[in-house]
């Protein structure tokens, strides 16, 4: 999986929202500019597919019932696009970007402990890095 998709997941799953640092940067001031600086590259939009790699990471590790799978992936697959959303309505690094980016998150974790449960959304919580070493394999 690139790593592009991978980290779009990870941040719109919460798997490192609590200590990102996209949360915790604070805005230096620019250096003054005598030229023209070139404007940052766009981040390239992560494919829905990956709401589906995710998914079926989450079934494997977590043991899902195919009716939680299809719900998850539904969730997963909104995050992705209202992540994409939120890249192009605001700049890379930008305070607004990282407001959006905390708000999605936290839709997106709300409705996975609603379909998972407390049970199982403790067990997803405690088995992150296993399900992300699962997306991880070819």
């Known amino acids: 999986m690139h790593s592009a998709r991978l980290s779009t997941l990870v941040l719109a799953l919460g798997l490192t929202a609590s200590g990102c640092s996209i949360f915790h940067k604070r805005a230096k001031a620019p250096a003054p500019v005598t030229e023209a600086a070139p404007a940052p590259a766009p981040v390239a939009p992560t494919p829905v597919a990956a709401a589906r790699d995710l998914a ?4 494997t ?16 697959r909104g995050t992705v696009e209202q992540v994409n959303a939120a890249r192009q309505q605001h700049p890379a690094q930008s305070p607004e970007l990282a407001a959006a980016l905390k ?17 199982k959304y403790s067990e ?3 088995k992150q890095a296993q399900v992300q070493a699962e997306m991880a394999r070819p």
């Not at 590790?61 to 997963?76: A, E, M, N």
């Not at 708000?103 to 049970?119: D, F, H, T, V, Y």
């Open 56 to 59: 079926d990471a989450m079934t």
């Open 61 to 76: 590790v977590l043991k899902l019932t195919p009716d939680q799978t299809d719900r998850i992936r539904g969730v997963l």
């Open 103 to 119: 708000r999605i998150n936290i839709s997106s974790q709300a409705e996975l402990q609603k379909i998972m449960g407390p049970a």
């Open 124 to 126: 997803f919580k405690t």
